[in-house]
């Protein structure tokens, strides 16, 4: 039974996919609080289609981030 639990800690793809998850989901996490944030700011503001520009290339630039940090932990 030791031996087991060691065999699937040392093994690389199961830590790799955990990391990978805990990145992507502590980012996402952010993403979200942020394009709340955003949003509440762009209702005081009243600039609807600037916002929607901004958070389509905030979001673009979020997914690039998100890939390329994946793509470093693995």
Known sequence: MFTDTRDKCKHPIVSGTAII????????????????????IAMILGYNKLSLGITAILGILLAVIIYSSTKKAS
Do not use: K
């Open 21 to 40: 998850g805990g990145i992507i989901l502590a980012l996402f996490v952010l993403a979200t609080v942020f394009f709340t944030f955003w949003g509440i």
